[in-house]
């Protein structure tokens, strides 16, 4: 269950916002025998109730310094705690502050560049924190908020009416990286989080929209990133886990009537890093994925359009590893309907 509350205040040449959301998670387990039989070690016991709380209280200002130029500041306190936690020990409540600063100029109508500048935090989850199922968690109460520094650049270009561009460069300078291991523990290999010296990440990202005609447009984009993480206490670096170089995406949409309307999406990730059971490195394939859109509108209600949506997502089944052992869904169908 969660509340977000904004307050917003315009005036002239500034405007600004006062925000507040609070997140409450509330997970119930129960271990069971199956009719398969036991798992090792399973003993069946009573409900096991874990929480957890997320607030955040922030405000946010924009203040225009020129005709072409504004920037936006921020600054905001989060504080996470788990008030439950099952057979678990207690754990104390994190906190923790951030802030961020942006400048957005608009040299001329077909130009915008957006520069941003902020810190920002992120708490262990509930699983990361109390986590043992299947038998191969092992808990770390040590674990504290992973701090990131984050920094990019984006340049929006109109070449044309029909043609659209965006550059992005960025890095993440980050602190106390989460991250996982394996360790041994009376001959069984465990996995665990902890929490890395920190980690350099840095990327770049593009795309492309062109439209072919009134009806048909195009669409493409490449992101690529690279880091490293800092060396531990023995000398050794970490490699960064589940995390691809590249992921290509190309698109088609067509307006078919005025009534139909078809997207197809390419998506290609390549291969990335995940530890084995026996905490060595193992390579995750890449994987090439096609998404299928469809919307038709039924009808207009009240001045309002009522669409029926359908989606095929990874329409050839293909094999998504985004960790070792765990994929994403496979084919995956949808149907709804949206009122716009």
């Known amino acids: 269950i969660g509340l977000r509350a904004v307050l917003a205040l315009e005036r002239d040449v500034a405007s600004f916002r006062l925000v507040s959301t609070a997140q409450e998670s509330t997970?119930?387990?129960?271990?069971?025998?199956?009719?398969?039989?036991?798992?090792?070690?399973?003993?069946?016991?009573?409900v096991l109730r874990y929480r957890q709380r997320l607030l955040t209280v922030g405000a946010e200002a924009d203040v225009r310094i020129s005709d072409t130029l504004t920037s936006t500041f921020g600054i905001a306190s989060d504080r996470a705690s788990t008030p439950l936690t099952g057979d678990k020990p207690s754990q104390p409540s994190l906190s923790a502050s951030h802030w961020s600063a942006g400048l957005r100029?608009?040299?001329?109508?077909?130009?915008?560049v957006l520069a941003t500048l902020g810190e920002r935090s992120r708490f262990p989850t509930l699983r990361?924190?109390?986590?043992a199922a299947l038998g191969r968690?092992?808990?770390?109460?040590?674990?504290r908020p992973e701090r990131s520094l984050l920094?990019?650049?984006?340049?929006?270009h109109t070449a044309s009416e029909d043609l659209f561009l965006d550059f992005a460069v960025w890095a993440n300078d980050s602190d106390d990286t989460l991250s996982q291991r394996v360790v041994e523990v009376d001959g069984v290999s465990l996995r665990q989080r902890f929490n890395t010296e920190g980690a350099l990440t840095w990327g770049i990202e593009a795309a492309?929209?062109?439209?072919?005609?009134e009806a048909l447009r195009v669409e493409f984009s490449v992101a690529w990133q690279e880091g490293r993480v800092e060396r531990d206490a023995s000398g050794e670096r970490?490699?960064?886990?589940?995390?691809?170089?590249?992921?290509l995406r190309a698109a088609i949409d067509w307006q078919a009537t005025p009534r139909v309307d078809l997207r197809a999406e390419v998506l290609h990730t390549?291969?990335?890093?995940?530890?084995?059971?026996?905490?060595?490195?193992?390579?995750?394939?890449d994987s090439t994925s096609l998404n299928l859109r469809g919307f038709l509108e039924l009808a207009e209600w009240q001045g309002r359009g009522v669409q029926l949506t359908a989606s095929i997502d990874n329409l050839t089944d293909e094999l998504v590893l985004p960790q070792l052992g765990l994929p994403a869904p496979g084919r995956t169908w949808r149907i709804g309907i949206r009122i716009n």
């Open 27 to 46: 997970h119930d387990n129960l271990e069971l025998a199956t009719t398969s039989g036991d798992a090792s070690g399973l003993v069946p016991g009573p």
């Open 270 to 285: 390549s291969s990335a890093w995940d530890l084995d059971d026996d905490g060595a490195l193992a390579k995750l394939p």
């Open 238 to 247: 970490p490699v960064l886990l589940q995390r691809p170089d590249a992921q």
């Open 128 to 131: 990361e924190l109390y986590g």
């Open 208 to 213: 492309a929209t062109q439209y072919l005609n």
């Open 137 to 143: 968690f092992l808990l770390n109460p040590e674990l």
């Open 105 to 112: 100029w608009d040299p001329t109508e077909d130009w915008t």
């Open 151 to 156: 920094a990019d650049v984006n340049v929006r």
